[in-house]
Nanobody, 128 residues
Framework: QVQLVESGGGLVQAGGSLRLSCAAS???????????MAWFRQAPGGERDFAAA????????FYADSVKGRFAISRDNAKNTVYLEMNSLKPDDTAVYYC??????????????????WGQGTQVTVSS
């Protein structure tokens, strides 16, 4: 069974930092290193928006303009885990953060429809 489990969310003051983790498990992830992983976020009343992605086999990274320079995505293929380091957090970063994976190709996308497995989400709240 495929499973993505996020952790690390919480309440933080503006200017603070958080590190999110997403652990992947299941037979599909025996080749985890090949897959593009991504983080999306959904603010209250908003759409689910792309935040960051990291490709497999080399780990090229991509970021939404809103987080570029403040967030960093990375992966540990030995642990089947992807991370999102979030610095200089702002109240506008408040959202549920979702981990996603694309297991059928080697591209990346800002569209959620390009990813075929999702985690349950972790809440990040940034107070002013």
């Amino acid at each position: 069974q495929v499973q993505l489990v996020e952790s690390g969310g919480g309440l933080v003051q503006a200017g603070g930092s958080l590190r999110l983790s997403c652990a992947a498990s299941g037979p599909t992830f025996s080749t985890f290193s090949r897959y593009t992983m991504a983080w999306f976020r959904q603010a209250p009343g908003g759409e689910r928006d792309f935040a960051a992605a990291i490709k497999g086999n080399g780990g090229s990274t991509f970021y939404a303009d809103s987080v570029k320079g403040r967030f960093a995505i990375s992966r540990d293929n030995a642990k089947n885990t992807v991370y999102l380091e979030m610095n200089s957090l702002k109240p506008d970063d408040t959202a549920v953060y979702y981990c996603a994976v694309q297991t059928y190709g080697s591209t990346w996308s800002t569209f959620g429809s390009a990813y075929n497995y999702w985690g349950q989400g972790t809440q990040v709240t940034v107070s002013s």
